[in-house]
């Protein structure tokens, strides 16, 4: 009988150290894509607004983008299932997109 190697022992303990700012990295997006799609400007002549979208954006992408270089790291990658970053990407899709198209 063998016994898991010491790396296969340390895999749980890592994951968790690397959930945590993954976690929070992909929270912090959440909720400036959220603030993002949820502004509504009274007017055209309401400037406050467009700069709020776009900063709600750009906190957005900047979040997503320092998540999914987190994951890019080897030792994150082999740890960490694709999953864990998906919804940080999204997230900075769906923000891009409404910068673009809406902001």
Same mark, same amino acid.
């Given at each position: =009988?063998?016994?898991?190697?010491? =790396? ?15 976690? #929070?990295?992909?929270?912090? @997006? ?15 002549? +309401?400037?406050?607004? +467009? ?14 983008? @320092?998540?999914? @270089? ?10 960490m299932p694709v999953w864990?970053?998906?919804? @940080? #990407? #999204? ?9 673009v198209l809406g902001g």
């Open positions: =009988m063998t016994s898991p190697s010491h =790396m296969d022992d340390d895999r749980g303990c890592l994951r968790l150290g690397l959930a945590v700012p993954l976690t #929070l990295l992909t929270l912090i @997006a959440a909720f400036f894509c959220w603030t993002a799609l949820t502004i509504r400007p009274s007017g055209a002549w +309401y400037d406050d607004a +467009y700069a709020g979208i776009v900063l709600s954006c750009v906190v957005t992408i900047a979040s997503a983008g @320092a998540a999914a @270089a987190l994951w890019l790291v080897p030792g994150v990658r082999r740890t864990w970053i998906i919804p @940080a #990407l #999204l997230l900075g899709l769906a923000a891009g997109a409404r910068w």
